[in-house]
Nanobody
């Protein structure tokens, strides 16, 4: 059974940093795409970053490009999202996701396995 568990969220002031972790189990971690998504109150869930397992390419939404970095530790079956220069508009519940049919990642809501989500709040 695929399991994804996010951690590392919390409250931070604008301009600050957080690192989210997503611990994965139940599948061969380094073979399938992993994505980070977020959902702000009253808004649809949006893809913000992902990593392709076919070639290791990373992708970022324009809203987080140059501020957020996705990385993986295959030995720990964990994917990270380093978030720097946080803004109040980054406030959302953040999710990691995977899909055992995807090696190349996409930033759309097509993944079939999701973590429970973790709150990130950025104060102004």
């Amino acid at each position: 059974e695929v399991q994804l568990v996010e951690s590392g969220g919390g409250l931070v002031e604008a301009g600050g940093s957080l690192r989210l972790s997503c611990a994965a189990s139940g599948f061969t971690f380094d073979e399938y795409a992993i994505g980070w998504f977020r959902q702000a109150p009253g808004k649809e869930r949006e893809g913000i970053s992902c990593i392709s397992r076919s070639d290791g390419t990373t992708y970022y939404d324009d809203s987080v490009k140059a501020r957020f970095t996705i990385s993986t530790d295959n030995a720990k079956n964990t994917v990270y999202l380093q978030m720097n220069s946080l803004k109040p508009e980054d406030t959302a519940v953040y999710y990691c996701a995977t899909d055992l049919m995807l090696r190349g990642c996409v930033l759309s809501d097509v993944y079939d396995s999701w973590g429970q989500g973790i709150q990130v709040t950025v104060s102004s």
